[in-house]
């Protein structure tokens, strides 16, 4: 259940995020028409409240992945390798948010409206570039952890159901490998 509950929580999460960078993805593509000052203003604006929703969605979205991950290695979960390529692609939004976007929205906090920068247009594509990466990277993490919720159960140890009178048992690989080796060692030779 707990497993379970990370799964949900980091989906979740995950989509929630990859749905705000996909809405400021566009926002961004749109202001690629407009000038230095209104361009300015309406980053000030985001910045506003923007970054709240941005942490309020990546860290529980990073965490719930995280414990998902030590959990589905845990029990040897099919999907424990979706869940930690989701976990690699969350930390890559990371460290590109970390080392190129928070530091610009940074010196965009600070740039006048009315006189903003002579590079502001430099600025700008260096912070969308590392949005676009950022926006696909968590697509794609999100894409792995939806994908990782329809390969439920564990890789060793569970087999698939098998059909066995009314009620269905499982049956590991090593249990499939016994009753093969049975079967045909009593057909018939020659």
């Known amino acids: 259940m707990t497993m379970r509950l990370a799964h949900l929580v980091s989906l979740l999460c ?22 230095a000052p209104v361009y300015t203003q309406v980053r ?53 948010t970390v080392s190129v976007n928070l530091p610009i929205n940074s010196e965009q906090l600070d740039w006048s409206v009315r006189t903003p920068p002579a590079d502001w247009a430099d600025e700008r594509d260096r912070w969308q570039l590392a949005h676009v990466v950022r926006t696909v990277a968590a697509l794609a993490a999100f894409a792995l952890l939806a994908t990782a919720m329809t390969r439920r159960g564990t890789g060793e140890g569970h087999g698939t159901a098998v059909r066995g009178g009314p009620a269905v048992r499982r ?10 080796r049975t079967a045909l060692q009593r057909w018939p030779s020659g």
């Not at 030590?70 to 692609?89: G, Y």
Request: charged share 15%; net charge positive.
């Open 171 to 180: 049956e590991t690989a090593a249990q499939r490998d016994t009753a093969a």
């Open 44 to 96: 000030q604006v985001e910045l506003d409240g923007l970054d709240k929703l941005a942490a309020a969605t990546l860290i529980p979205a990073t965490a719930a992945t995280l414990l998902l991950v030590v959990l589905a290695f845990r029990a040897r979960a099919r999907a424990r390798w979706l869940a930690l390529a989701a976990l690699v692609l969350m930390a890559v939004v990371l460290v590109v």
């Open 14 to 35: 995950a989509g929630l995020f990859a749905g705000f960078l996909v809405a400021v993805l566009v926002l961004e593509n749109s202001l690629r028409s407009y000038g």
